[in-house]
């Protein structure tokens, strides 16, 4: 799998199980594609029999049959993807010790109502829980929408929640253009700005605290602010700093993106392309690894961490 010595599971259990589980994954693609091809067949010939029988100005119509597959076969490859990753992605996140659960639904019960904006329809999936050190930390892959007609997309990317090592002032940092302005989706009217940062991408991320953090100010705040607007480099270049809030003891990073992490087979993955694709999302265990050791570097460089 991976050379990283975070991900590298210390014998080959984790291989033989894989060799194991291969042929229940590829049953449950060639199941999809009995599916997809019975849905294939049915649309291409109701369009058929609808246009052979609609006058010309009505033969647009036999094209709702193809539409409508289209769509089914979307929803197959769905169903096939997030079948095989529930039977692989337990084991990967075993295989390094920790924890793997596709539903996210008490992770996004459980965020602060600052940290993304104001949405109609929430989901979150591909939860990962463990332990660094002593640190208990959580990510799960999180999308936010206005819903309605015309939705719109206002987050999607990941999410990271673990423990702060040492107390810090309670803060919230997030795109001044995001926080301002009357059709502001984040609040921060009851809060102080202390700083402008400007992050790896060029944007403006404003930083603010309680009348009370103000007071409480200390360097080791600073440290973790550049390290927030940083991130690029911890973890790569598809992510990006969306907004991140402390309590003081416990830090939730909301990290914009458009990959689907995690992701292994589909409906049309092969054997090959279903092992490349758990190696990738092998790979993609390191970000929260990867994250929280970069936020305990910090703490421990300020000289606050116990």
């Known amino acids: 799998m991976s050379d990283h010595p975070d991900t590298q599971p210390a014998d080959q259990t984790l291989d033989v199980t894989l060799q194991e589980l291969m042929p229940t994954l590829e049953q449950k693609r060639r199941t999809g594609l009995i599916f997809?091809?019975?849905?294939?067949?049915?649309?291409?010939?109701?369009?058929?029999?609808?246009?052979?029988?609609?006058?010309?100005?009505?033969q647009v119509v036999?094209?709702?049959?193809?539409?409508?597959?289209?769509?089914?076969?979307?929803?197959?490859?769905?169903?096939?993807?997030?079948?095989?990753?529930r039977m692989v992605l337990p084991h990967l996140a075993k295989a390094i010790n920790l924890q793997y659960e596709q539903n996210g639904r008490a992770f996004l019960d459980a965020l602060p109502s600052r940290l993304l904006p104001k949405a109609g329809v929430r989901r979150a999936e591909d939860c990962i829980s463990g332990t660094i050190g002593d640190r208990r930390f959580a990510l799960a892959e999180v999308k936010f929408?206005?819903?309605g007609k015309?939705?719109?997309?206002?987050f999607r990317g990941i999410v990271v929640r673990f423990q702060n090592a040492a107390p810090i002032p309670a803060f919230f940092i997030a795109p001044e253009r995001k926080t301002g302005g009357w059709f502001s989706r984040m609040n921060v009217d009851d809060l102080v700005q202390v700083d402008s940062v400007t992050g790896q991408k060029g944007e403006v991320y404003g930083v603010w605290l309680s009348q009370h953090g103000v007071e409480q100010n200390n360097p080791a705040l600073r440290g973790v602010i550049d390290l927030l607007t940083d991130l690029e480099t911890q973890v790569g270049d598809f992510a990006q700093l969306f907004s991140a809030t402390s309590t003081g003891e416990e830090m939730h990073?909301?990290?914009?993106?458009?990959?689907?992490?995690?992701?292994?087979?589909?409906?049309?993955?092969?054997?090959e392309k279903i092992m490349a694709g758990i190696t990738d999302a092998f790979e993609d265990l390191n970000v929260p690894l990867r994250i929280v050791s970069a936020l305990l570097e910090v703490e421990k460089a300020s000289g606050q961490a116990e």
């Open 36 to 58: 997809a091809a019975g849905v294939s067949v049915v649309a291409i010939a109701l369009s058929v029999s609808i246009w052979a029988r609609a006058d010309a100005d009505n």
């Open 62 to 85: 036999s094209f709702a049959p193809v539409f409508v597959g289209v769509v089914i076969l979307f929803f197959i490859n769905g169903w096939v993807t997030k079948g095989q990753q």
């Open 145 to 147: 929408e206005t819903g």
């Open 150 to 154: 015309n939705s719109r997309t206002l």
């Open 253 to 271: 990073i909301a990290l914009s993106h458009f990959r689907d992490m995690f992701k292994v087979g589909g409906l049309l993955a092969n054997r």
